[in-house]
């Protein structure tokens, strides 16, 4: 009887334990599936961002740092495996790839200054891996509606490097005025004769440049 009472009472202790470890944080597998993967704010730039880049580009949402860059050679053991640690720690929001090559454009972090404040404070080791490997990286701000314009405009100027657009002037445009081609004959204009003219057309200017050119020389 008392061999019975004794399995028994080890039989309880064994499924409390079993129990306990099925409830506390050293379950291996403690998760729920997420409602939304990313905010409305996130969506929102996302769509815009793919009509913004258009068909050349894809957009990849949050990767890891240590997925962006190499460790370069003749770096120790130790600072090797230090930096691979806080890369891979971190991740940025959107990555810009060429959709023929997957070769990397650039990423963008988008910062909220309200709420949370989600990554208000620039990362200095993120900034610094980022410069370092030489991959631009952008800030956008989070706000209530963006627009093509904007989005388009602010990629070309700080990640494709495509040319500012030109300058608008208001009022009248004068054309420049034509100049005569010389002849083929008469070669080029020595720079002794070209300075005696300017001499004397305008003396003034003549005597800044001489100044200009002394200057130059120390």
């Not at 028994?8 to 306990?20: D, F, G, R, S, Y």
């Not at 003219?197 to 003396?203: D, L, R, T, V």
Request: aromatic share 6%; charged share 20%.
């Amino acid at each position: 009887m008392s061999l019975i009472l004794v399995s028994l009472i080890t039989l309880v202790v064994i499924v409390a334990v079993m129990a306990n470890r099925l409830t506390t944080n050293r379950y291996p597998f403690p998760f729920d599936c997420k409602t939304t993967l990313f905010t409305a704010a996130e969506k929102n730039f996302q769509s815009l961002l793919e009509q913004a880049v258009g068909s050349q580009f894809r957009v990849i949402n949050r990767v890891k740092l240590g997925d962006l860059m190499t460790i370069r050679q003749g770096v120790s053991e130790k600072s090797c495996q230090t930096a691979l640690n806080n890369a891979n720690n971190k991740y940025v929001d959107f990555v810009l790839c060429h959709r023929d090559t997957m070769q990397l454009a650039g990423v963008i972090d988008l910062v909220d200054t309200n709420g949370n404040g989600y990554k208000v404070k620039k990362d200095w080791f993120v900034s610094g891996a980022l410069e370092a490997a030489n991959i631009p990286h952008l800030r956008i701000k989070v706000k209530g509606s963006y627009t093509l314009t904007e989005i388009r405009n602010c990629i070309n100027n700080r990640i494709l490097g495509a040319p500012a657009p030109a300058p608008k002037f208001k009022g009248r445009v004068l054309p420049a005025p034509l100049v005569k081609a010389r002849s083929k004959n008469t070669g080029v204009v020595p720079a002794t004769n070209t300075r005696q003219g300017a001499q004397k057309q305008n003396p003034l200017a003549a005597k800044l440049q001489a100044q200009q050119l002394t200057a130059l020389h120390h």
